[in-house]
């Protein structure tokens, strides 16, 4: 793997409207505003903290993965994405080395991102996402 480092960490919560308010006005960090991806059934709220950003994921569907992950374990630390160069090169290597994966080809993830995540029997529980930005970034 090439890991370039960490692009954002996941938080599930039941409302972006309620959760917000601590990220932006206590802790200060930079809103950048909020996105629906109608693929993962989410709106994201994102956030950035030096090169890194946090990601509040609410539900819009009973069937979201967010959804249900709240139900399971309530509201809370989602998952950590890794920022990588390509996310499909890095799921054919790591398919190669017999990662079990939940996505076998990348898809579309919010700010026009390439995304996959690794499953999480193979990484101790923790929900481990690769994400890959557009090649034209860096717009802030
Ligand atoms: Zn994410």
């Given at each position: 793997?090439?890991?370039?480092?960490?692009?954002?960490?996941?938080?599930?919560?039941?409302?972006?409207?309620?959760?917000?308010?601590?990220?932006?006005?206590?802790?200060?960090?930079?809103?950048?505003?909020?996105?629906?991806?109608?693929?993962?059934?989410?709106?994201?709220?994102?956030?950035?903290?030096?090169?890194?950003?946090?990601?509040?994921?609410?539900p819009?569907s009973e069937e979201s993965?967010?959804a249900?992950?709240?139900?399971?374990?309530?509201?809370?630390?989602?998952?950590?994405?890794?920022?990588?160069?390509?996310?499909?090169?890095?799921?054919?290597?790591?398919?190669?080395?017999?990662?079990?994966?939940?996505?076998?080809?990348?898809?579309?993830?919010?700010?026009?991102?390439?995304?996959?995540?690794?499953?999480?029997?193979?990484?101790?529980?923790?929900?481990?996402?690769?994400?890959?930005?557009?090649?034209?970034?860096?717009?802030?």
């Amino acid at each position: 793997m090439s890991v370039k480092g960490i692009d954002h960490i996941g938080i599930a919560v039941k409302s972006l409207e309620e959760s917000i308010p601590f990220y932006r006005d206590i802790l200060g960090l930079k809103y950048l505003g909020i996105e629906e991806v109608p693929s993962q059934k989410v709106r994201v709220a994102m956030f950035g903290v030096g090169e890194a950003r946090i990601e509040l994921l609410e539900p819009t569907s009973e069937e979201s993965p967010i959804a249900k992950a709240i139900e399971k374990r309530g509201e809370g630390l989602h998952h950590i994405a890794y920022s990588v160069e390509s996310a499909s090169a890095e799921v054919d290597s790591l398919t190669r080395k017999g990662v079990r994966m939940i996505d076998t080809t990348p898809r579309e993830g919010a700010g026009g991102t390439r995304i996959a995540f690794v499953h999480p029997a193979a990484s101790g529980k923790v929900l481990t996402e690769l994400c890959e930005h557009p090649k034209v970034e860096k717009e802030n």
